[in-house]
């Protein structure tokens, strides 16, 4: 079992930044793919940012590149995603998910993420 805890939400207005952090512990050795996803009420879960734990570069959404950057410190177990620019269609709850890879790809869908954290929400006004 691996678990996930989310910290760093809160609100703010548009422009501003938020960092967001994930604690994972556990039985994390055969996770290989860390992400972060939101969902904002009555739209689906979407991915922004998806990274390996064993380095590469991460995978980000159009809505979201060049504003949100993932970064991970493997010896603390813990993913950070740094928001800039924010704007107010980012409003949203913000979850951390934990994987494992398939032939060496980490998935932006959310369906192949077997952990998940409990969620922070994200509120930007304009």
């Known amino acids: 079992q691996v678990q996930l805890v989310e910290s760093g939400g809160g609100s703010v207005q548009a422009g501003g930044s938020l960092r967001l952090s994930c604690a994972a512990s556990g039985y994390t050795y055969n996770i290989d793919c860390m992400a972060w996803f939101r969902q904002a009420p009555g739209k689906e879960r979407e991915g922004v940012a998806v990274t390996r734990t064993g380095g590469g570069s991460a995978i980000y959404p159009i809505s979201v590149k060049g504003r949100f950057t993932v970064s991970q410190d493997n010896a603390e177990s813990t993913v950070t995603l740094q928001m800039n620019s924010l704007k107010p269609e980012d409003t949203a709850m913000y979850y951390c998910?934990?994987?494992?890879?398939?032939?060496?790809?980490?998935?932006?869908?959310?369906?192949?993420?077997?952990?998940w954290g409990q969620g922070t929400q994200v509120a930007v006004s304009s």
């Open positions: 998910a934990a994987g494992s890879s398939t032939a060496g790809y980490c998935s932006t869908r959310a369906g192949a993420y077997k952990y």
